[in-house]
């Protein structure tokens, strides 16, 4: 009898997105039968360990970033390099012990969302990115090149890079001129269905993403919401020992949900307000909703895709300096949304079995 395939699934730390669209490939290999073994850390290891109870789990490293209070790119940019010798100190810690646990687990196959150090030369190693090519804003595209060629020197330590898109069009930018022949795009990766049921929230607010600008962007929310006195669920993306849900008013909050409440509650509301990540991004687009986007500041990556969807007419999107609710919503309401936005789960399942 042929021994099942082991594979070692590892997200990035950096918010929750990363693990949350791991959650369908975890599905899809557990349908094929393979034996997963989940590695992480933060808010996103606690996410899959609750929505995979039953898994094996390990700890690695944390990447923890601290994001800067002020809205500017400068700022950002700043504040990530201050970081960047803890950052290479994560990586090459993180490479040691998944060699490690490749060794212990007698891993086959691994999965890396953008942890650069989660590869090793006994296994089959994958690397998921939505961004082959970093963007930088205008006062550093300087920098780009350098940046770039990092990324394309960590990347070349892989097998294999998934990209999770249908193609390169919603992504542009980010998908640069000639990819290296080890890549396919694997679809739009959501953990949510489609579910019946009614509208019952004129706006449902997502925070999600490191602090502080998840706080900031939530108080800020809160504030606006209780103003406009419209039926509205804020979940405030902090992941605590146990779930809370309060109502005060109009406004129902929770500081997280599950899957399968998040899922019906983003589809109980009319309007959706969240940061332009991409796994939210996917998520809303799997469920068609309408969106208001707020980038969050000095995020390349984010302002990109919001602008992209603003000129494709799918989704609103405004700063989150100087934002305003009530406008955002009526020019959101005036867009197309995701209605005509249609998944091929194909893409997944070959790549899938490309590594079993």
């Not at 691994?110 to 994958?126: E, F, H, K, P, Q």
């Not at 962007?217 to 006195?229: H, S, T």
């Amino acid at each position: 009898m042929e021994r099942r395939r082991r594979i070692l699934v590892a997200p990035l730390d950096w918010g929750l997105g990363h693990a949350t669209r791991c959650i369908p490939i975890i599905n899809a290999l557990l349908k094929r039968n393979a034996e997963v073994i989940i590695a992480g850390s933060g808010v996103s290891a606690i996410l899959l360990k609750d929505e995979f109870p039953t898994l094996t789990h390990y700890s690695l490293p944390g990447y923890a970033p601290q994001y800067s209070t002020s809205f500017a790119d400068s700022a950002m940019i700043w504040a990530m390099g201050r970081q960047l010798p803890h950052f290479i100190k994560t990586i090459n810690q993180e490479h040691t012990q998944i060699n490690q646990l490749v060794k212990k687990e007698k891993i086959d196959v691994l999965i890396s969302d953008n942890r650069y150090g989660c590869y090793s030369s006994t296994a089959t190693s994958v690397f998921i990115t939505h961004q082959p090519h970093i963007l930088m804003p205008d006062k550093f595209k300087w920098m780009e090149m350098a940046v770039n060629y990092f990324n394309r020197r960590q990347m070349a330590r892989f097998n294999a890079c998934w990209i999770p898109a249908p193609d390169g069009r919603l992504l542009g930018e980010m998908i640069p001129a000639a990819l290296p022949p080890n890549t396919r795009f694997i679809g739009n990766l959501s953990r949510f269905k489609k579910l019946p049921g009614e509208i019952k929230y004129k706006v449902v607010v997502v925070a999600s993403g490191p602090e502080p600008q998840r706080q900031i962007l939530v108080d800020m929310l809160r504030a606006q919401l209780i103003d406009l006195n419209l039926p509205a669920f804020l979940v405030a993306g902090r992941i605590d020992d146990l779930e809370k849900i309060s109502t005060s008013g109009n406004l129902t909050e929770a500081n997280y949900l599950d899957s399968a409440k998040l899922n019906q509650i983003i589809q109980q509301g009319e309007i959706i307000v969240a940061r332009s990540g991409y796994s939210t991004v996917m998520d809303l687009a799997q469920l068609g909703k309408r969106a208001v986007f707020i980038p969050t500041p000095g995020q390349t990556e984010q302002a990109h895709l919001a602008a992209r969807l603003i000129h494709q007419e799918i989704a609103y999107t405004m700063a989150q300096s100087g934002f305003n609710l009530a406008r955002a919503i009526k020019k959101a309401n005036k867009l197309k949304g995701f209605a005509n936005f249609a998944p091929d789960e194909s893409l997944l399942e070959q790549a899938i079995q490309s590594i079993l």
